[in-house]
C-alpha cells in the first residue's frame, strides 16, 4: 500500500508530507485548495509524463518521493530484482522517486537507484491505479472496452497466445509483400549477380597477385638489358675488362696471399686470412649466381603479354567496381554469392510462404473463435455484474450491455469487436456509452467497472480523483458506501467534494491554501474526529459550523 507521498517543489507545494492508511483514504479541500496536485505529484513519481512546468516558481528542482509497504503485489519483487537487476528486499519499504528540474530534466530512482522512466512506470503500474476526473471519457473507445472486458475474463493465456500468433502472421505477410516485390526485378538481378560472380571467379582473384604481376612484367620487358648487366659483372668478377687483365678473382687471390705472409710474420694478424678466404667464397657464390642469372634470362614474349593481361584485367576490375586491393574484390565477390543465395532461398520461401500464411490464418481463426465464446461468457457476467453495481449507486433501471460482435476479419487481439452499451433511463434502448450518458451517469458506470476489475486484479492502491462528478444526494451516498467496501480489499484514495463520501473514510486529509510573504502554498493536515465533523459541515455547506450542521455530519460518519 501507499505509505507516505513527499512533495517538494511542485506546483504551489512548497514542502509537503502526506500519510496514508489501509482501506478508504479521503481528501477533502476547498476548490483550488490543491487536492488534485497530490495525485498529480503520485502520477509523477510512478512514471507519468513531466515538463519544466510543473516545478514551483523560483525552484530548482521539484521532488516528490513515494513510499509503499507491504503486502506488495505479485510480480514486483521479480520485475526489479530479477529484470531490472536493483538490490532491494521485499520486507522493506519501497521508495519511488522523481525529480523535475528547471530546465526539464528528469531523474528517477527505484529504492535508491537510477532508472529510466519507462521502469519506474512499470513499477508504478503494479503498485497503483489511478483514475482522474476525465478518464470516463476513455471509456468512448473501442480499446479500452475491450481492455476491460479481458481484465474482467479467465482466459489471459490464450489471449497472450493469440497476440502472439498475430504478430508472427503479420510478419509472415510483410515478408510476403517483400517477396512479391523484389520477385519484379529477380530475374534481373539473378542475371546481373551472375555475370558478376562468372566474371570476378574467372578472373580468380588473390591476394598480392597484381605486385608480383607488374614486378614480373618489369623483369621481362627488359630481360635484354637485365642479362646484359649481369654478364658484364660476371665478366669483370672472373674474366677482366677491356681496360684491367686482371679480374676480381685474381686480385683477391694476390691479397690472400699478402695476407697469408703477414700473418706468418706477425701473428696479431693472422685474422685478416680467415676474413679474406671468406671474401673469396663469397665472390664465387655471387659469380656463379650470376651465371645462373645470364642463363635465365632468355626473352619470353609470349608470358610477357600474358602477365599484361592480367595485369589489365586487375586494373579494369579496380575501376568498375571502385576498389583499390585485391581483398576488395575478394570481398565483393564474396557478398555478390551470399545476396545470390539468398535470392535463391527467398525463391524457395516464395514458393512456400502461401501454404505457412494460409496454416498461420487457420491457427489464428481457431483461436479467435475460442476467444469470441470466452468473450461473449465473460460480457453477460461481466454485464450482469455492472448492473448490480449501478443499482447500488442509484442506476437502478439503468441497463448496462458488453457486446461482443464477430468480426469478418481477425485483428491484433482477436475476430470480434466489444462495445459497452448502456440505456441510462426506462424505455431507452441501449447505445453507446458517448452517446447516452451524462458526466454523473458515466462517473457511475466508471467507478462500477472498475469496482468489478479491483475484484480481479492485483493492483494494491485504488486512487480516483473527482470521480464522483455529476452525482449528489443518495447516490453520493451510495458511492461512498461502495468506496468503503472497495477498501476491505484495497487501498482507496479518493479525493471528493461530497461529505456522503468522505464521510465513509477511515483515514481524513484537508488540503489547505494559504499566503505567506508573497507566496501561496498548500499544506495537508491529517483530520482528528472533531476535525471531520467541521470538515464534513464546511463540505455541506454549513460555514458557520452551527450546532444542526455538526449533527448531520456525525450521523453521516456513523451510517451504515
Known sequence: MLARIHIENFAIAEAT??????????????????????????????????????????????????????????????????????????????????????????????????????????????????????????????????????????????????????????????????????????????????????????????????????SEEARLAHVETLAQAAARAYAILYEGNEDESRTVVAALAEVARELDQIARLDPGMRGLDERISEIQALIHDLSSELRHYVDQCEPDPERLNEVIGRIEAYRRLYRKHSVGSEAELIEILKNLREERDRMNLDERERNEIDEKIGAARKELGGMGEQLFRLRTATAKKFSSEIMKTLAHVGMEKAEFIAEVCKLEEFGPHGADRVEFLLAANVGEGA??????????????????????????????????????????????????????????????????????????????????????????????????????????????????????????????????
Request: proline share 2%; charged share 30%; hydrophobic share 40%.
Open 17 to 214: 508530507d502526506v500519510r496514508f492508511e489501509r482501506g478508504m483514504n479521503a481528501i477533502t479541500g476547498e476548490t483550488g485548495a490543491g487536492k488534485s496536485i497530490i495525485v498529480g505529484a503520485l502520477e509523477l513519481a510512478l512514471g507519468g509524463r513531466a515538463s519544466a512546468e510543473v516545478v514551483r516558481s523560483g525552484a530548482r528542482v521539484a521532488v516528490v518521493e513515494v513510499s509503499f509497504e507491504a503486502p506488495f503485489p505479485a510480480g514486483l519483487r521479480e520485475m526489479i530484482v530479477g529484470e531490472l537487476g536493483l538490490e532491494w528486499e521485499s520486507r522493506e519499504p519501497l521508495l519511488l522517486r522523481r525529480e523535475i528540474s528547471a530546465q526539464g530534466r528528469s531523474r528517477c530512482m527505484i529504492a535508491g537507484q537510477l532508472v529510466n522512466v519507462s521502469d519506474l512506470k512499470r513499477a508504478g503500474d503494479l503498485l497503483a491505479d489511478l483514475h482522474g476526473q476525465h478518464e470516463h471519457q476513455s471509456l468512448f473507445h473501442a480499446s479500452a472496452q475491450r481492455a476491460a472486458l479481458d481484465a474482467y475474463g479467465d482466459y489471459d493465456e490464450l489471449l497472450k497466445k493469440y497476440e502472439k500468433s498475430f504478430g508472427a502472421f503479420t510478419s509472415l505477410e510483410r515478408r510476403q509483400r517483400d517477396l512479391a516485390e523484389q520477385a519484379r526485378d529477380f530475374d534481373k538481378r539473378l542475371d546481373y549477380l551472375t555475370f558478376q560472380i562468372d566474371e570476378l571467379e574467372a578472373a580468380s582473384p588473390r591476394e598480392q597477385e597484381l605486385a608480383e604481376l607488374e
Open 431 to 560: 447505445k453507446p456509452l458517448g452517446s447516452v450518458a451524462s458526466g454523473g451517469e458515466l462517473s457511475r458506470t466508471m467507478l462500477a467497472i472498475k469496482a468489478a476489475l479491483a475484484a480481479r486484479g492485483s493492483i494494491p492502491t485504488l486512487v480516483f480523483d473527482e470521480i464522483d462528478a455529476g452525482i449528489s444526494g443518495q447516490t453520493a451516498a451510495r458511492v461512498g458506501r461502495l468506496m468503503e467496501k472497495l477498501g476491505a480489499s484495497h487501498q482507496i484514495i479518493c479525493i471528493t467534494h461530497h461529505a456522503s463520501i468522505a464521510a465513509r473514510a477511515g483515514h481524513h486529509l484537508s488540503v489547505r491554501k494559504a499566503t505567506h510573504q508573497g507566496r501561496t502554498s498548500m499544506s495537508t493536515i491529517e483530520l482528528g474526529e472533531d476535525e471531520r465533523v467541521e470538515e464534513l459541515a464546511r463540505m455541506m455547506g454549513d460555514e458557520t459550523q452551527s450546532s444542526e450542521g455538526r449533527k448531520l455530519a456525525k450521523k453521516l460518519m456513523g451510517a451504515a
